[in-house]
C-alpha cells in the first residue's frame, strides 16, 4: 500500500495518540525528577539546601500526582488495572512499530489540489 500519510485523512486519531505519549514522557520525567531530587537530598548537609530540595521534592510529587491522575481520567493510564494497561502498552508498541514502517517523506510532496481553495498569491493580504 503506497499511503500518503502527509494527508490529513490519513491522520485521524493521531492528535490523541500523540497527547497520550505526551503525557506518559511527562509523567516518567516527574518521576525522574522525584527520583533524583531524592537523591540529591541525600547528599547534602547543608540545611538551606536541604529545605531548598525538600520544597522542589513536594512540588515534584504533586505534579506526578497530578499528571497520574489526568491519564487515569483520560483512560490513558490504568495502575490498577493490570490487563487494561497491558492491552493499551500492546496498542502503543503496535503503533510504535506502524509508525516505524510509515513513509513519511515521499519523493512527491506536492499537496496541489488536496485543499478547497488555493493559497493565497500575495502573503498577509497586501497588494504591491
Known amino acids: 500500500m503506497n499511503t500518503d500519510y ?3 485523512i490519513n491522520s485521524l486519531n493521531m492528535p490523541e495518540m500523540a497527547d497520550m505519549t505526551f503525557a506518559m514522557d511527562f509523567l516518567l520525567r516527574a518521576k525522574e525528577g522525584v527520583r533524583n531530587l531524592s537523591i ?5 548537609s547543608s540545611p538551606d539546601v536541604r529545605a531548598l530540595l525538600r520544597n522542589h521534592l513536594k512540588q515534584g510529587i504533586a505534579m506526578h500526582q497530578e499528571i497520574t491522575e489526568l491519564m487515569i481520567r483520560k483512560k490513558w493510564f490504568h495502575p490498577y488495572e493490570l490487563n487494561e494497561q497491558y492491552q493499551l502498552d500492546q496498542l502503543s508498541a503496535k503503533n510504535t512499530a506502524m509508525i516505524g514502517q510509515m513513509n513519511l517523506f515521499p519523493e512527491d510532496t506536492s499537496r496541489k489540489g488536496m485543499f478547497d481553495r488555493t493559497p493565497d498569491e500575495h502573503i498577509g493580504g ?3
Open 6 to 8: 502527509l494527508d490529513p
Open 40 to 44: 540529591a537530598l541525600t547528599e547534602t
Open 126 to 128: 497586501h497588494n504591491a
